[in-house]
């Protein structure tokens, strides 16, 4: 059985000079371009949230870390701005002691003789470190809190228990 006139197996008939792409084939290009963008873009921004959370999470790792050397020579952990920056002078400390977290700071306070650190990610999630320098309990541990304003470090020494964030 002879085609159609113009018909060449069920695509739109061109003339032998014609050149291009065909309306399916442009919309089938859109069509697979938009799956991928809604398989990745909603993955850029977990990754992106977690990037900023280990960052905040760095910081306090360096706040930490001057603690630790503050407390090798005076045996005490402080809870002075002014010791913790001649230590460290990078720190980006709150201005006075165990105030609430906010972000690209940390906020400090002792608790006996434990010190709690906490900070705000830029992706809204507060995080909080605590370091017992002795006894049973000793050894660092680490908790977070999803709270729009963030507790201060010494309300929420008692829920740092996490070995891990």
Do not use: H
């Not at 045996?75 to 720190?91: F, H, I, M, S």
């Amino acid at each position: 059985m002879p085609k159609a006139p113009g018909a060449r197996g069920g695509w739109a008939a061109r003339s032998p000079g014609q050149r291009g792409f065909t309306l399916i084939e442009l919309m089938m290009v859109v069509l697979i371009i938009g799956v991928l963008l809604a398989i990745a873009v909603p993955v850029f921004f977990e990754a992106r949230t977690r990037a900023r959370d280990r960052a905040a999470q760095s910081t306090l790792r360096n706040a930490l870390i001057a603690e630790k050397t503050y407390y090798a020579d005076k045996q005490a952990y402080t809870q002075t701005a002014a010791e913790l920056l001649a230590v460290e002078p990078a720190l980006a400390l709150d201005a006075a002691a165990d105030s609430n977290p906010t972000q690209g700071s940390i906020s400090y306070a002792l608790v006996g003789n434990v010190v709690v650190l906490g900070t705000q990610s830029t992706s809204g999630t507060c995080f909080y470190l605590k370091d017992t320098p002795g006894g049973g309990s000793a050894g660092t541990r680490y908790g977070s809190d999803s709270s729009a304003t963030c507790p201060t470090p010494s309300a929420m020494e008692a829920t740092i228990t996490l070995a891990k964030w």
